[in-house]
């Protein structure tokens, strides 16, 4: 997985500007990401921005761009503004670990990303893409909980982030996650005589089928 989808999430995390968020990040199909990949280098992008100690540093427009004016203005401001920004930056940090010392739990070497109930993951949905609205759903398959969380967002085509996470002891497990740009609205359905879980639009059209196994599967 690229590391613009990686920083996409972190960005969410820390609540940053939506000025970084790109649609093109979006496929166009139900495309499930590794989960082990996904974790683990969510993992390693949090823990370096959390680490990072450079100050923030403002770049001046171009004279010729902007006008004497506010080029002066700019020029004389900049560092005021470096250092606001490099507080605010250290304020990110801080919520950010907060984040990265309850969310990820490691266990036999393995990094697991995990909420401790299901209201932190709808607050955490609310925050990730513009005009963000959560659809948030609990499933019961067979012996365990799972809650399916759609985040719709965006201007123009809808852009959505799914993630799948199952109840396992205190904590919510992600298990599964994907991000596409899907303008028809589906829902989720379970077949239990084939055991899968289907997402699928209103018209009927099939996106994407995923075997009851993924309950069990650790990686």
């Avoid at 004389?76 to 969310?103: C, G, M, P």
């Avoid at 609205?133 to 609990?138: C, N």
């Avoid at 799948?164 to 303008?183: G, M």
Wanted: glycine residues 2%; contains cysteine.
């Amino acid at each position: 997985m690229g590391k613009k989808k990686i920083n996409l999430l972190l960005l969410t995390f820390i609540f940053f500007s939506i000025d970084s968020y790109s649609q093109e990040l979006f496929t166009k199909e139900l495309q499930w990401i590794e989960t082990k990949e996904f974790v683990n280098e969510l993992y390693e992008s949090m823990e370096n921005f959390i680490n990072d100690t450079t100050s923030a540093k403002v770049e001046l427009p171009k004279l010729k761009d902007v006008g004497l004016e506010v080029y002066l203005y700019k020029f004389f401001s900049r560092k005021k503004d470096e250092k606001e920004l490099t507080l605010q930056k250290q304020k990110e940090q801080e919520i950010a670990k907060k984040i990265f010392d309850t969310n990820f739990i490691i266990e036999d070497s393995i990094i697991h990303f995990c909420f401790q109930d299901k209201d932190q993951i709808l607050e955490w949905g609310k925050n990730q893409l513009p005009f963000s609205v959560v659809f948030p759903e609990v499933i019961r398959i067979k012996d365990r909980n799972i809650f399916i969380l759609r985040v719709a967002g965006c201007s123009g085509l809808p852009c959505w982030n799914i993630y799948i996470f199952k109840e396992k002891d205190v904590f919510w497990q992600l298990i599964k996650s994907t991000h596409a740009r899907i303008v028809e609205f589906f829902v989720v359905n379970v077949d239990n005589d084939m055991e899968k879980i289907i997402f699928i639009t209103k018209s009927g059209k099939i996106l994407s089928e995923l075997s009851f196994n993924i309950l069990y599967d650790d990686f």
